[in-house]
Nanobody, 121 residues
Framework: QVQLVESGGGLVQAGGSLRLSCAAS????????MGWYRQAPGKQRELVAT???????NYAGSMKGRFTISRDNAKNTVYLQMNSLKPEDTAVYYC???????????????WGRGTQVTVSS
């Protein structure tokens, strides 16, 4: 079994910062990619940022320059530093890992339960 546990969400004023963390644990053989997605009320889940095991990153356009994704491969942990937060960043943020389990043949997507980020104006 694989678990992804997010932390670091909360309430912050516009212009403030938050740092999210997500630790993956369980029967993990290798993690190809980790990332963050978010879902605001009434909207579809959208990409925030991803990072590969080789630390290649990809950001959604509106997050570039404000958010920074990083990763600690030894700890199977991914971070999301969010600066200059805006009310429209309010959403549930979900951690994602595309990984292969011990004894597994293929990689699959796994998801955390999400952490709420609320930005007040």
């Amino acid at each position: 079994q694989v678990q992804l546990v997010e932390s670091g969400g909360g309430l912050v004023q516009a212009g403030g910062s938050l740092r999210l963390s997500c630790a993956a644990s369980g029967s993990i053989f290798s993690i190809t990619r980790m990332g963050w997605y978010r879902q605001a009320p009434g909207k579809q889940r959208e990409l925030v940022a991803t990072i590969t095991s080789g630390e290649s990153t990809n950001y959604a356009g509106s997050m570039k320059g404000r958010f920074t994704i990083s990763r600690d491969n030894a700890k199977n942990t991914v971070y999301l530093q969010m600066n200059s937060l805006k009310p429209e960043d309010t959403a549930v943020y979900y951690c994602n890992a595309y990984l292969t389990t011990i004894g597994g043949k293929y990689a699959y997507d796994y998801w955390g339960r999400g952490t709420q980020v609320t930005v007040s104006s």
